[in-house]
């Protein structure tokens, strides 16, 4: 079955404590990326990927970091995290920009 | 695409209505304008897309309508039914990146 994976589906930590979220897709997609939706706020996008080795940031890269070393996984990394990053969090990918966006079931996290 | 503002943030109906949302874009170069359904606990669902060449595409139930002139894309669904009930999403593709609208939450009242 295509699908997005993402782990894991709930977080919760604290403050300062380094953390990742997996992202894995099985459809060969070249493009991929990691939304944050905030209430009132919709998707935002955080860095997206073009294809391995290539990414570039979104609106709200502050505080992340991504890396692309294979075409199937995209992490999210926030080396120090902080309350402000209690959000859910979405990774998508696609053939291309501009053809359809596959997303991933989210992962709630919570920062204390 | 660079902003896309949606409206409205929240709509209800009754069953059997139809439910229109709109969508404003500002980046000429965009040329590419899906919409996403997401349900609770799951996340965005591609419903039905439009390319900029295109004026209007239907599938079932579902239309999406494009004013390039105007900057302005519209979902229109007909005979709604409960299980539309969802947060929609409207966005646009330039050349280098995906930008969402804010939502629109449309609850279908039986």
């Known amino acids: 079955e295509a699908q997005v994976t993402q782990n894991p589906r709930y977080l919760i930590t604290v403050t300062g404590k380094k953390l990742t979220v997996t992202c894995s897709q099985n459809?060969?997609?070249?493009?991929m990326s990691w939304y944050r939706q905030d209430p009132g706020l919709g998707l935002r996008q955080i860095y997206y990927s073009m294809n391995v080795e290539v990414t570039d940031k979104g609106d709200v890269p502050e505080g992340y970091k991504v890396s692309r070393k294979e075409k199937r996984n995209f992490p999210l990394i926030l080396e120090s995290p902080s309350p402000n990053q209690t959000s859910l969090y979405f990774c998508a990918s696609s053939g291309s920009l501009g053809s359809p966006l596959h997303f991933g079931n989210g992962t709630r996290l919570t920062v204390t | 695409g660079e902003n896309v503002e949606q409206h409205p943030s929240t709509l209800s109906v009754q069953e059997g209505d139809s439910a229109v949302i709109k969508c404003t874009y500002s980046d000429s170069a965009s040329n590419y304008f899906p919409w996403y359904k997401q349900e609770l606990g799951k996340g965005p669902q591609l419903i039905i897309d439009?390319?900029?060449?295109?004026g209007e595409k239907k599938d079932q139930r579902i239309a999406v309508t494009l004013n390039k002139t105007a900057k302005h894309f519209s979902l229109h669904i007909t005979e709604t039914q409960p299980e539309d009930s969802a947060v929609y999403f409207c966005a646009d593709s330039g050349y280098s990146t995906l930008t969402f609208g804010k939502g629109t939450m449309l609850l279908v009242s039986p």
């Open positions: 459809m060969n997609h070249e493009y």
């Open positions: 439009i390319r900029s060449n295109v």
